[in-house]
């Protein structure tokens, strides 16, 4: 079982090509992998992510979905290259590969339990973000339907206006018309408020959840 300090050990002594771009793009001859994924793939100072996983899996005895999630965490831009091919199901195009160096793996491995740390406060308190900005969703639908009137698609929006959606009917039947200026007449929906008192309640919770 390898153990973190064994990885510390043996990554600080290595090296890593630390800029491959002068490999030159293009694929490597009869192989779906491009010129740089190859050199960092025989790079002794760098790891595969799918090799990294399964090392400090080893190493911690922490599932590689976790594993990858501080790999994500502690290095959230690392190097990729591309290697192989994704199903037309999928998008088709190459897949990437995801690299860590030498210097990011001892990072991690000399870091592993602050990292650890970190990722959950830094989960608690994406999910405490999550649960107030559902709290304020459920607060403005609520205030909109006591004081304010649906309306669907209307060509002349009163006053007081919050607009949801924006709308053009063309040869192929009604799409968004956000940020387009055919010349066709534009039908909006959204709600209707009588007074600007009301109307400006609602905006001051609306920055205020975008503020979130």
Known sequence: MKTLEKIIEKYSK?????????VGGGLVEYKSASNRHEDALNDAGKLTFGKAAAMFKKATGCSVEFVNEI????????????????PKTYGGGMKKT???????IVYIASNWEKLVQSLEISKQEKMSKEELKRAKEMEMQQYLEANATYNVRILNAPEYFYV???EMNGKYGWFDSTGKTYKLPEYLTGWAFENEEKFEAFRK???EYRAL
């Open 205 to 207: 919770m609306l920055l």
């Open 98 to 104: 995801y690299f860590l160096n030498a210097k990011q």
């Open 14 to 22: 290595l090296e890593c090509n630390e800029n491959n771009y002068e």
């Open 164 to 166: 949801t959606k924006r």
């Open 71 to 86: 790999f994500w965490y502690a290095v959230p831009n690392p190097e990729w290259h591309h290697a192989g091919f994704l």
